[in-house]
């Protein structure tokens, strides 16, 4: 399996930013001045990459102590996708596309499990958010078995970028969300359709709810007010599949 790559110091960093290598997070040390820094700093604000300030001792151990001049990076093991692209050539290939939104789910490993699942249902791509978002590192891939090779993922700076561009192409918003009396049960999913699942703690944000179509929850029948996220993606999509052959 294809591993995240470590890349180390400043100026190797700011090069495979221009290259547009998929850079999933940059660390700096505490402290960090200089003109070449501050050119990275620019760079990655310009660029909206994840970013950590860690001590030094951090930076050693990721870089084994090779000279990072304060700063290493971790480059994604594939390649993301263009969304605007990716929908058209869906719609061009099949009149109901499926489409899934992550609205910044954190833990690699609820990431993993929902790439899995979504493409075993045939989901067209996978959207994310540029920050915030879990990233798809090794542990991401495992837990994908490999899926992540097989979908296409497209990052967005905000999520609100992916809403506008689906509106755009008439594909309806279903938001999977707790905020709402309408049952998943009750959505007509025979139609180009984008799922957009929230994150761990907060659910799909405010801002998204207001825009979208649909909302809809899963009927809980048990004491536990909620479902993991990557449970709750695989019941959305399996009804979506349900409902297209049936």
Aim: aromatic share 6%; proline share 3%; net charge neutral.
């Amino acid at each position: 399996m294809e591993q995240t790559t470590t890349i180390f110091g400043i100026r190797a960093i700011i090069e495979a930013i221009e290259s547009n290598s998929s850079i999933e997070k940059v660390y700096l040390q505490k402290g960090l001045r200089g003109d070449l820094f501050f050119e990275l700093d620019k760079i990655i604000k310009k660029n909206k990459i994840s970013v950590s300030v860690v001590p030094i001792e951090k930076l050693n151990r990721l870089s084994k102590h090779n000279n990072h001049q304060g700063a290493v990076a971790k480059i994604s093991p594939i390649s993301f996708h263009d969304l605007e692209t990716i929908i058209e050539n869906s719609l061009e290939l099949n009149k109901t596309p499926l489409f899934l939104v992550l609205d910044q789910i954190s833990d690699v490993r609820n990431f993993g499990a929902i790439i899995r699942t979504a493409e075993c249902t045939g989901v067209n791509a996978i959207i994310i958010q540029k920050s915030g978002s879990a990233p798809v590192n090794a542990e991401t891939i495992k837990t994908s078995a490999g899926a992540a090779f097989k979908i296409p993922i497209c990052k967005v700076d905000h999520i609100k970028d992916a809403i506008f561009q689906l509106q755009a192409a008439d594909i309806k918003l279903v938001a999977a969300t707790e905020k709402t009396e309408d049952s998943l049960y009750s959505v007509d999913f025979k139609q180009p359709t984008a799922i957009i699942m929230g994150s761990e703690h907060k659910g799909v944000s405010n801002s998204i709810l207001k825009m979208v179509d649909n909302k809809a929850k899963l009927p809980l029948l048990g004491e536990i007010g909620s479902l993991n996220v990557s449970v709750a993606c695989g019941a959305f999509l399996y009804e979506a599949i349900r409902q297209r052959h049936s």
